[in-house]
């Protein structure tokens, strides 16, 4: 047993973040640029790991959600381009500048505050510029109604001085769920375009298409794709599964702690919520809500132990968890239980509690340690 396995992991499989990107990728134009999304530590995967992967992959680009998340790919060796989606205060246009990390800008002020900074430094500052076409977060707006001022408010931003405007791209709301929103935002998107090129505006990158339209749409391809839950595995709606086949990058694992006998009557957990109606085998495991392990799941969801399942037993406490290995009689103590992965998808355990994989993985707890496979041997 090694130093990382020794309580509970969670092991990423890099040759299954390989495959699915080359699964994605060849569903957009070879042309297409492919922007891999890295934010919330590669959705709780590693993102130095998974970023330097996808790196030696050749994906073109790297996103993420804020400047520390991009100065920690920078200070890791990563030169990738890369893209803070969020919020940089123009104070820190600085940092920026010298570690060659792209922006999104989504509204004229910031733009007028980076070209200040940018020009004061005297290096242009590489910018992406984000418009709301009805996913009402960030973005200068261009719905039907404000096409036109969103289309002189781009003028104006593209015309300060110290900017360099790479790309410009949107967000869909209802990708996985709405056909004829995802359409009308999508039409939004290339009206504006269109405005800005009889302008004399144009943009050298445009993208619009994050994991569920890189499944659902091709139309929205255009230069750049930028899936993020699909790289690692996992589909953002049932039923996408027809349209390439990904591999869940991650599995979740524990080791059986303790295997107890206990009596009929027996109370189990915090509150007393189960009490045992049988005579009965329970497994303790090391793993609880501090490591991302939701208590909501208590009493209901299932683990695999070998080739059993077996189903928790009352509350998941912070550290530890019981399961019912009565009909498991092999189990013991050192065994490995499978949380999360091929045979016990998070997804169960997303649709358990009303929210979705995303929540789940990016939950998992730093002091999970992440064991890195690939190649065919552990890194």
Not at 24 to 40: E, I, N, Q, T, Y
Not at 184 to 207: E, N, S
Not at 244 to 251: N, S
Not at 268 to 296: H, I, N, Q
């Amino acid at each position: 047993m090694d130093d990382m396995r020794k309580r509970t992991w969670a092991e990423i499989d890099l040759d299954r973040l390989a495959r699915n990107y080359r699964a994605l990728r060849a569903l957009a134009d070879p042309s297409c640029k492919f922007m891999g999304v890295v934010k919330a530590n590669a959705y709780g995967h590693g993102a130095v790991p998974v970023a330097r992967a996808l790196e030696s992959l050749g994906a073109e680009y790297l996103s993420v959600a804020c400047l520390d998340e991009a100065l920690e790919l920078r200070e890791a060796g990563v030169q990738a381009p890369i893209l803070i989606l969020g919020l940089t205060p123009p104070e820190y246009a600085g940092a920026l500048l010298e570690h060659g990390i792209a922006q999104t800008v989504g509204d004229l002020e910031t733009a007028a505050a980076l070209s200040a900074a940018a020009t004061a430094a005297g290096k242009p500052l590489t910018v992406h510029l984000k418009v709301d076409t009805g996913m009402s977060r960030l973005g200068i707006l261009c719905d039907e109604a404000h096409l036109e001022g969103a289309a002189e408010i781009i003028r104006r931003a593209c015309a300060l001085p110290g900017l360099r405007w790479e790309g410009i791209f949107t967000h869909f709301a209802n990708a996985d769920g709405d056909e004829a929103y995802t359409m009308r935002q999508f039409t939004r998107f290339l009206d504006l375009l269109d405005r800005l090129a009889a302008r004399g505006i144009v943009f050298p990158i445009r993208h619009c298409a994050a994991s569920a339209a890189v499944l659902n749409y091709p139309c929205t391809h255009l230069d750049m794709i930028r899936p993020g839950i699909a790289l690692y595995g996992h589909y953002p709606a049932p039923g996408m599964e027809l349209t390439c086949a990904l591999e869940p990058v991650m599995t979740l694992k524990t080791r059986v702690a303790a295997v107890r006998d206990l009596p009929a009557g027996t109370a189990v957990s915090y509150g007393c919520t189960r009490v045992l109606e049988r005579d009965s085998r329970v497994a303790v495991l090391p793993v609880g809500y501090a490591d991302g392990y939701f208590r909501l799941f208590s009493d209901a969801l299932e683990v695999q132990i070998g080739p059993g399942r077996a189903h928790l037993l009352g509350r998941v406490c912070m550290d530890m968890c019981m399961v019912d290995v009565t009909d498991l009689p092999g189990v013991s103590p050192g065994d490995e239980s499978v949380l999360y992965g091929d045979q016990a998808p998070v997804e169960a355990g997303a649709d358990l509690v009303g929210t979705i994989q995303y929540e789940l993985l990016c939950d998992v707890s730093p002091r999970v340690p992440r064991v890195y496979l690939g190649g065919g041997r552990e890194d």
